[in-house]
């Protein structure tokens, strides 16, 4: 493996990680900011948030744990490569 490769897998995870990270985190703003787009009742606006919310905690969870994943097998990949060299 050569450096390149390495550090462009290492900014791979990270990024997906950092993604994953901020919507997690975030989940409940941006659902909230999504939902206040379109007019709706009461009951249909809470119902959009829930939804929204849960959107945003699914896709943040898949790309943080892609991310996390991703640098664990490089830095493994790295450390058995250069220990049979």
Same mark, same amino acid.
């Given at each position: 493996m050569t450096k390149e490769n390495y550090y462009r897998f290492v900014t791979i995870?990270?990024?997906s990680s950092v993604i994953? %990270?901020?919507l997690l985190f975030f989940s409940t703003n941006f659902g909230t900011l999504m939902?206040?787009?379109g007019r709706?009742?009461?009951d249909? %606006?809470?119902i959009r948030v829930e939804s929204y919310i849960n959107n945003f905690l699914v896709s943040g969870g898949i790309l943080f744990g892609?991310?996390?994943v991703t640098l664990i097998l490089i830095h493994y990949i790295k450390m058995t490569?250069?220990?049979e060299q």
């Open positions: 995870g990270l990024t994953g %990270f901020i939902a206040d787009k709706s009742d009461p249909m %606006f809470h892609i991310g996390l490569i250069t220990e």
